[in-house]
């Protein structure tokens, strides 16, 4: 099990206080600040997946609850409609998000805004948020959308314009509650429903269409 570096300002004050005061013999207080440790570490975990499947399918881009699969037109995003799969992560899901493809990052972009619920219909367009676009070989657009929720401190990405980048491979995190839209191609086929759990990097939520059947 791995665990993001974002988890060190959160995890290692709150251990350190734990040692303190352990020296002061506060035995209670002291249990209490190491398992808030585990828990913040917690957070931060990011399993060791691996994908066996299509090259050409989308990945979930993150852990959590599907509230939403509509279609929407998307122009930061690319010409045209959309798929949207939209996931939202509870303070118990991992918060590490992956690339849903591979590609090249074409656009990325942060935009500061409110933090209200993370489930409310208008999250995704008053809430901070960085938007990420992978452009695949076949020339597709596919959009990442991280987007603050209510207990958010900060969304955070790590991929770059012009860099290429894996399928399932670690593109950031939201800390502490959050949603994540993934912008599907129209001619792919979603595969899942609202109400289904996914995982980062595994859980398939479109095919294209000649794959799909």
Same mark, same amino acid.
């Given at each position: ?41 917690? !957070? ?37 409609? !959309? ?131």
């Amino acid at each position: 099990m791995k665990f993001a570096p974002e988890a060190a300002p959160f995890v290692v004050p709150v251990a350190a206080l734990g040692l303190v005061l352990l020296a002061l013999g506060q035995l209670g207080w002291a249990a209490a600040a190491v398992v808030l440790a585990f828990l913040l570490l917690l !957070f931060f975990r990011d399993p060791k997946r691996r994908f066996e499947g299509s090259p050409q399918a989308l990945l979930s881009a993150a852990d959590g609850l599907v509230t939403r699969v509509d279609r929407v037109e998307a122009p930061d995003v690319g010409p045209g409609s !959309f798929h949207r799969v939209v996931t939202f992560l509870s303070v118990f899901d991992v918060h590490v998000q992956k690339t849903p493809a591979a590609g090249k990052v074409v656009a990325s972009r942060y935009a500061r805004g409110k933090k209200v619920a993370a489930f409310r219909e208008d999250a995704g367009e008053v809430n901070e948020q960085q938007l990420t676009v992978i452009e695949t070989p076949a020339g597709e657009r596919v959009g990442v959308r991280q987007i603050a929720g209510l207990l958010a401190r900060r969304v955070v990405c790590h991929l770059r314009v012009d860099q290429t980048v894996a399928q399932a491979q670690p593109m950031g995190l939201i800390k502490f509650g959050s949603r994540v839209d993934v912008l599907v191609p129209e001619r792919y086929r979603v595969t899942v429903a609202r109400g289904d759990r996914l995982k980062n990097g595994l859980t398939v939520i479109a095919l294209p269409a000649e794959e799909a059947g």
